[in-house]
Every structure is written in structure tokens, then in C-alpha cells.
């Protein structure tokens, strides 16, 4: 009895449901997994799912078999897809006679084994009996682990509906933990729908408010080698760089999880991406039903330009303080009361640290400053969104410059165009191929101005957004009286020519000045500007840009565009 007592008293609670799902599947999935534990929440979806279990008849040896382990990793991508507070997902595996316990982390697996569930022999002996019992004893254990113990860095038994998130001695370092009506607690909304990578960098983006103020909190795994976005983001406010999301709080939360790093960012909301910001604004307009068809496209045209220039400036600012984006695309171009921001700059390279601006944020941050960017060299040709990736990054060029992020923006706008555009039909310009294939035939593409749009899925458009795309076309593609298309990719560190000229359409007057004044080379950066205006050259001689056709015509007749030309110098097994 006195043995009894005390195993009772030291027995501890499980506050998980277990569920059955060999027949229905998770709510709001496909997946049906033989059992999954969840948390105490009213829906048992995805994001209610604290293990899963699954059982499989199980082949000779211990070895796992490969189609097994896919659908394992499945149900471990779908969990940590809905749960951004995961540092890992563990799986219960009942394999035969034998459990185990593989846990998933951002690009591995590792595997425990709990021990045999069943005899192996008609008349078990006291061995193996004991066997089973320090197996049942490890899987109560297992299976009774707070989320914050096994999987998650704070409790989320209960739905969290806000983090308080506090700095520990005035760090970067960080604490979260689920509080209820703190003011300095992030209220988190619905999830900013992204695609979850298990390997690589993860960034989970949520609705949020902070401060009476409407934000978003982004939790972001990186390796811990790779540049931290914070730091990125407080390096440009340093520098000075507008046309940045205003950062409310910055920390990291685990320093190193399987060799990974979780940060995170609380952000003001910056608006829509640009073809959503398009589509409401077309909406808005036509709701009003005094407006002309061709009222509304001019006011629509009217907003692109403003993007175009806010965005472009910015990436020349950024430039100016030797910081590439890298990840130019529709989803990182909010906009807002036709104000555009530049937004998720988690691929950003800094460069150049020759001024030392960058130790003291890296000494904040916990990293290396000069192995950051030499890591962050080695990505310039592996990051970005391939729709819109430059010619030659698409295929395979090793080093960025400012122009492929420009070049970016311009297939951004040309996109957000195509998709308002309902009249279109699916374009070559954005057919989704492999990157190669598709440097190939933008190259292909681009190579006659007089049409050029239409195979981007753009009617031309009037006014002074025409003028403004076919400058951007004539800086990017064009060098003098020759296309250089195909040279973008065909030569490898090919150097594209700055057209101030033609800058003058697309960017603002800061930016301009910033192109003019020029610097000296740099290792991380092939796209630089490299010395003053040629002499007879005066940049007071520019034309302005203006509504009428005085500026790059959809003919490819332009009057003045070459007369200043500046040279830019896993899952893993375990």
C-alpha cells in the first residue's frame, strides 16, 4: 500500500486530449495520423496539435522505411506550418514491437528509441518485462512534457491571444511568455499566409497590435551563421534609410536550436502588396460611379509611378549605405495610402564595413561581422523569388548589384499590371519554368521595346507611367544603341552601364544625387557606381520628367537617353 501511495502521488498529470484519426482526417487537413495529442483549445485543427502518433507494421531490423519517414516528415511540416511558437515537432513512431521518438527540427531529424511495447517470445522472462515498463515509463514522460519543456518556447496550452516579450540585462536576448492584458504584450491576430520551408530560413508573419498601434509580429528562423533581420533593419536606421518599416521591438528568443536562430520582429503594417493595394484601389474607384474608365486608369497609373519611384529610391539609399535587399517581389512591396514600403529585408546583405558602422550592431546581435559577410556573399546567387529574379541571377550569376534588385521592381510592377490587366490571358513573361530556362526567354522577350509589354501581359500604358516603365526598360536592358539582354546572362559578372538620364524618371531627387556623387569599389557589390558625371556632362541639364511626350516613347525613339553613361563597377537523416 505504501508503495502504491507514493507512485501515485508522484504520478504526473496529462493535460493533452488523444484523438483517433486513421479514419477523419485533422480538421482542415488532409493528413490522417493513427493518434495526435492535443492541446485543451476548442478546435482540434493544426494548430491545436501538440505529438502525433503514428503506427506502422514494421519490416525486418530497426530501420525505418523511407515512405514511412516521408509521411512522418509531412505531418511534422503541416504542424509547424499552423504553430509558430515550435522550436521542434516530436512524432510517437510505433513500429512493430519497438517505439520511438523522432523529434524534427528546421533541417533535420533525430531519432530515440523508447524501447519494445509488446513481447517477443511466448513465455516472457523478468527482462523483458522490465523492458516494457521502462518503456511505458518514458513515453508518460514524453507525452506529459509542457509545451515549453518539449517543443515550444513558451506554454500554449491554451490558444495565445497575446506574448509579452521582454529584453533580459538590455540585450537582444529575450524571454516570451503568454500574458493576458499586459500593455506591453503583443495581441496577436490572424497568420500573414507564407509558405513554410522545413529547410533553410522560416519567417512566420502575424497580424498583431502593439501599443494601440496596428503591427505585425514576425518569429523568423535563420541559421545561425546567416545576418540577423533586426540587425539589418537597425543598421539602415542608423544609415538613415527611409522607405523601411518602423521596427517597435527587435530580440532573439532561442540563441541556437539545432544550429538555428529565432528572432523576433515587431513591425508597423505597412499596407498590401502592391497587386492587392491595385485591385482595391481599381474597386474603390469604380464604387464611386462617377468616374470615366479612363479617369480611373490615370489615377491608377498615377499610384504606380508614386510605387515606383518610393521603391527605387529606397533600394538606391540602401545601396548607398552598402545594403542589397535580395528579395525584390509582390509580397515585399506593401504599399499603403499610395505609400510604398520595402519590407522582409531577412535575405539582406551588408557588404562593406570599411567605416566600422556595422561591429557595434554585430557585437549587439551576437554575430561576427566579417564572417557574416563573407556568408552572406557565398547566398547572392541562391536567394530571391524566382519571378522575379533577374536575367542574369535566374541563370546562375554569383554576385547581386543594386540593378538586379531595380530589375526586380520592374517585373514586380509589370506582374501587379498584368493581374488588373482581366483582359490578359497567362503571359510568357511570368510562365512559372525552371530559372534557367526562364532567363532565357525574358532575355528573348525584352529584346524588342515596341512590344515588350504585351509579353509581360501589359496593355501600354498612357501617360506618365508609360514613359516611366519604358526608361526603367531602356536602364536595365539597354547599353547605348545595343540591347544587352543576352549578355546578362551569357556573361558571367557582365557590368550593366548607369544611364543618369534615365534614372531621373524613376527615382527621386535624393536618390539621383546619391547615383551622381558615386564611390569607390567594393568586393561584396558588383552593380557600383564609379565616379563623377563624363566630362561635358551636366546634371543640371537633365530634362524633367513631366506628363507630356517628351521622355521614352513606346516607339523606342528617345532624344535624349545616351548622353551620360557611368559604369557600374535538410531533411537530413540522422
Known sequence: ???????????????????????????????????????????????????????????????????????????????????????????????????????????????????????????????????????????????????????????????????????????????????????????????IKRVVCMRGRLAHPLEAQYKGKKAVLKLAWAPVDRLPEGAVYEFL???????????????????????????????????????????????ELRCKGSLKDADIQSMIWKTVVKVIKQ?????????????????????????????????????????????????????????????????????????????????????GARRRSLMDDLEGVFYVVLHALAQLDTGRHECQGFTFIINKTLALVRSALLAREANFLGHFGVTEPGGHLGEVLHAMYRFLFWSRTSYIGNSLWAKEGYERELDLHLAKWFVDTEALEVLEQGDSDSAGDQGHVAGPLLPGDDATTIPEPSETPQGPSPTGTHHWLHNAKIPFQNLKTH
Not at 532561442?254 to 485591385?279: A, I, K, M, S, T
Not at 566600422?356 to 541562391?382: Q, S
Open 1 to 191: 500500500m505504501e508503495a502504491v501511495a507514493i507512485k501515485s502521488a508522484s504520478m504526473p498529470r496529462n493535460p493533452y486530449g488523444l484523438e483517433d484519426h486513421q479514419q477523419k482526417p485533422i480538421y482542415g487537413s488532409s493528413h490522417k495520423a493513427d493518434g495526435v495529442f492535443y492541446y485543451a483549445r476548442p478546435t482540434p485543427n493544426m494548430a491545436a496539435v501538440h505529438m502525433v502518433m503514428e503506427a506502422k507494421r514494421a519490416p525486418a531490423g530497426l530501420d525505418i522505411n523511407k515512405d514511412d519517414l516521408g509521411q512522418i516528415a509531412d505531418y511534422a511540416h503541416a504542424v509547424w506550418e499552423d504553430q509558430p511558437t515550435r522550436t521542434f515537432v516530436p512524432v510517437l513512431f510505433a513500429h512493430g514491437a519497438m517505439l520511438d521518438l523522432l523529434v524534427f527540427t528546421r533541417d533535420k531529424w533525430y531519432r530515440a528509441i523508447l524501447g519494445p511495447l509488446s513481447y517477443e517470445v511466448q513465455k516472457p522472462c523478468t527482462f523483458d518485462i522490465d523492458r516494457i515498463r521502462e518503456t511505458m515509463v518514458q513515453l508518460w514522460f514524453v507525452s506529459t512534457l509542457p509545451p515549453n519543456r518539449f517543443g515550444h518556447f513558451c506554454n500554449v496550452t491554451k490558444q495565445p491571444s497575446e506574448l509579452l516579450l521582454t529584453h533580459m540585462d538590455n540585450s537582444v536576448m529575450a524571454t516570451a511568455k503568454v500574458s493576458v492584458g499586459d500593455e506591453r504584450s503583443v495581441y496577436i491576430e490572424d497568420r
Open 237 to 283: 536606421d542608423q544609415k538613415n534609410v527611409g522607405g523601411i518599416p518602423k521596427v517597435f521591438d527587435s530580440g532573439i528568443l532561442c540563441e541556437n536550436v539545432f544550429g538555428y536562430r529565432l528572432e523576433y520582429l515587431v513591425l508597423e503594417h505597412c499596407g498590401d502588396p502592391l497587386d492587392v493595394c491595385l485591385f482595391a484601389l481599381n474597386a
Open 311 to 395: 521603391v527605387s529610391s529606397c533600394l538606391v539609399r540602401a545601396r548607398d549605405a552598402c545594403v542589397l535587399h535580395r528579395d525584390i517581389s509582390m509580397g515585399n512591396i506593401a504599399v499603403v495610402d499610395r505609400k510604398a514600403t520595402i519590407i522582409d529585408w531577412g535575405y539582406a546583405k551588408i557588404f562593406d564595413n570599411s567605416d566600422g558602422a556595422l561591429t557595434p550592431v554585430a557585437r549587439l546581435w551576437g554575430f561576427n561581422a566579417d564572417e557574416a559577410m563573407r556568408v552572406e556573399a557565398g547566398h547572392d546567387g541562391l536567394t530571391g523569388t524566382p519571378l522575379y529574379m533577374s536575367i542574369a541571377i535566374l541563370y
